[in-house]
T-cell receptor
Framework: NAGVTQTPKFQVLKTGQSMTLQCAQD?????MSWYRQDPGMGLRLIHYSVGAGITDQGEVPNGYNVSRSTTEDFPLRLLSAAPSQTSVYFC????????????FGPGTRLTVL | AQKVTQAQTEISVVEKEDVTLDCVYE???????LFWYKQPPSGELVFLIR??????QNEISGRYSWNFQKSTSSFNFTITASQVVDSAVYFC??????????????FGKGTHLIIQP
């Protein structure tokens, strides 16, 4: 099993550009989520999904969209990138619910100029 | 609202010393789950332990041990005989059980542990 995969590993954007961070898992996990990690801030939840077709907002959802059309994939879209979105983004998945062990992807380091 | 506090921003010890990382949490739920994750310099997040609020037994796994005390809302992590490979950022995290954990994990800000040879 590949576990949780994320692409790309690194990305540089200009202010106003849009892009999609990809996340996929092959463990048939129902629960998937996106976090951002900023220096000295720990990780903060952006969006989450409890199953295909169901998504909801986390702590810091502004500027991001998600969709969950399949169990495996949970892409994160930046609509109009801003320098404040410079961060490391982690996707995670867990079996059934968020209180189970969450498996994290390797992360995407995004810089917005 | 749930909150996790890791008051120690950075700890530096010499190899073979024991070290304890503190974690204090706040929640109004009676059912909740606590986690510790390790983030080595390579950047990935490694799961260490999950504990639910009904299980206050301390846990030991090799050189790692965890002390869960509901009376003080703490879930501390001790590394015995530390090694250079233990150098990492360690995160404590909490999720409440009432929503099935759907709200995700609330992380502390992390403790950067430096083990000097």
């Amino acid at each position: 099993n590949a576990g949780v995969t994320q692409t790309p590993k690194f990305q540089v954007l200009k202010t106003g550009q849009s892009m999609t961070l990809q996340c996929a898992q092959d463990m048939n996990h129902e629960y998937m989520s996106w976090y951002r990690q900023d220096p000295g801030m720990g990780l903060r939840l952006i969006h989450y999904s409890v199953g295909a077709g169901i998504t909801d907002q986390g702590e810091v959802p502004n500027g991001y969209n998600v969709s969950r059309s399949t169990t495996e994939d949970f892409p994160l879209r930046l609509l109009s990138a801003a320098p404040s979105q410079t961060s490391v983004y982690f996707c995670a998945s867990s079996r059934y619910r968020g209180y189970n062990e969450q498996f994290f992807g390797p992360g995407t380091r995004l810089t917005v100029l | 609202a749930q909150k996790v506090t890791q008051a120690q921003t950075e700890i530096s010890v010499v190899e073979k010393e024991d070290v304890t990382l503190d974690c204090v949490y706040e929640t109004r739920d009676t059912t909740y789950y606590l986690f510790w994750y390790k983030q080595p310099p390579s950047g990935e997040l490694v799961f260490l332990i999950r504990r639910n609020s009904f299980d206050e037994q301390n846990e030991i796994s090799g050189r790692y041990s965890w002390n869960f005390q509901k009376s003080t809302s703490s879930f501390n992590f001790t590394i015995t005989a530390s090694q250079v490979v233990d150098s990492a950022v360690y995160f404590c995290a909490l999720t409440e059980g009432s929503g099935g954990g759907a709200d995700g994990l609330t992380f502390g800000k992390g403790t950067h542990l430096i083990i000097q040879p």
